[in-house]
């Protein structure tokens, strides 16, 4: 209100001709006095309510963009006109935009890279339906990066929810070329695979192993894989298994096993370590009949 243009009157005043000063405070807030000193101010209810509603809506809208900025996803809030309203520093990071101030802007002329990707589709589609979407899609912005993309509804218009899936993507694309190699390993029929725990103990083999060494998976689960090496080769292929456990470097060489018919399979060997989310987590041997006997 301006100081010099607002209305007082005294308490005394006020009670004594309400029903005046009422009318009065439903069209404009009138300054309340006790002994001269301003203590209240009297209005209307709608204008009051109107007021408080504008000022918690505001005070909501901060606190969430500065919650905003302390998230891990990137976040760009539009308008209904597709006008950005905010955008956050992880946002700005994934579009490498860190540098520049986007709000105000068209969000098709801040981020021109948007414009007929699937990402628009998403975007046009909950600010039309008013339904939230979202999709796995390589990112418009920087080469093999891949983003799981939301789009919801927000405050009359349209929020974008950006999260970097890339190493989560490159691990299911290892994931099924794993998959591959194992079933070609097993076409070939050539080829064991044996793959053991931190302490030399098999955890898993392939039906190649099984042939050479004429054991079922079943007998050769949890068995010490150093068990199955001829007697004079055990102390150097156990050297190599700590070798590698140990991070000192995967390792080929040539060694026997023991067959269950109790004949010697001489076998060309190679160990790598496996490595884990948290750590080493075993080693893969790899083992195939020596050629020339």
């Known amino acids: 209100m301006d100081d010099r243009r607002r209305r007082s009157v005294s308490a005394a005043e ?3 001709n309400f029903a005046h000063w009422r009318d009065v405070g439903s069209r404009e807030p009138v300054m309340v006095t006790h002994h001269g000193r301003e203590t209240h101010i009297f209005m209307g209810l709608d204008r009051f309510r109107a007021m408080a509603t504008e000022d918690d809506g505001a005070k909501t809208t901060d606190r969430l ?32 935009r860190l540098d520049r101030h986007l709000e105000e802007q068209r969000l098709w002329d801040a981020f021109p890279e948007l ?29 093999d990066v891949w983003l799981h993309v ?3 509804p927000f405050s009359g218009g349209v929020a974008l929810l950006l999260r970097d899936i890339t190493a989560d993507m490159q691990r299911h694309r290892l994931a099924d070329v794993k998959s591959a190699i194992l079933k070609a390993m097993g076409v070939h029929g050539g080829v064991g695979y044996v793959r053991v725990s931190m302490r030399g103990f098999i955890d898993v ?12 998976a079943d007998r050769l689960a949890n068995v010490p894989v150093a068990d199955l ?6 102390p150097h292929f156990r050297e190599q298994m700590e070798w590698v456990l140990r991070g000192g470097g995967d390792m080929r060489f040539a060694t026997q096993f023991l067959s269950n018919d109790g004949s010697f399979v001489p076998i060309d060997a190679a160990i790598a370590r496996l490595q884990g989310i948290y750590g080493t987590e075993g080693a893969v041997i790899v083992v195939t009949p020596t050629t020339g006997g």
């Not at 909950?126 to 999709?135: D, K, N, V």
């Not at 090496?229 to 055990?234: F, Q």
């Open 14 to 16: 006020l009670v004594r």
């Open 150 to 152: 939301q789009t919801f």
């Open 229 to 234: 090496v001829a007697l004079p080769a055990r």
């Open 205 to 216: 083999v392939n039906d190649s192993f099984c042939a050479m060494v004429g054991l079922t």
């Open 115 to 143: 414009s007929g990707t699937l990402m628009e589709a998403h975007i046009r589609h909950s600010l039309a339906s008013g339904e939230a979407s979202g999709a796995d899609i390589p990112s418009p912005f920087r080469d």
């Open 65 to 96: 963009f500065e919650l905003a900025t302390r998230m891990n996803q990137g976040l760009i809030v539009c308008r209904a006109d597709l006008s950005v309203e905010y955008v956050n520093g992880v946002a700005l990071a994934m579009a490498k």
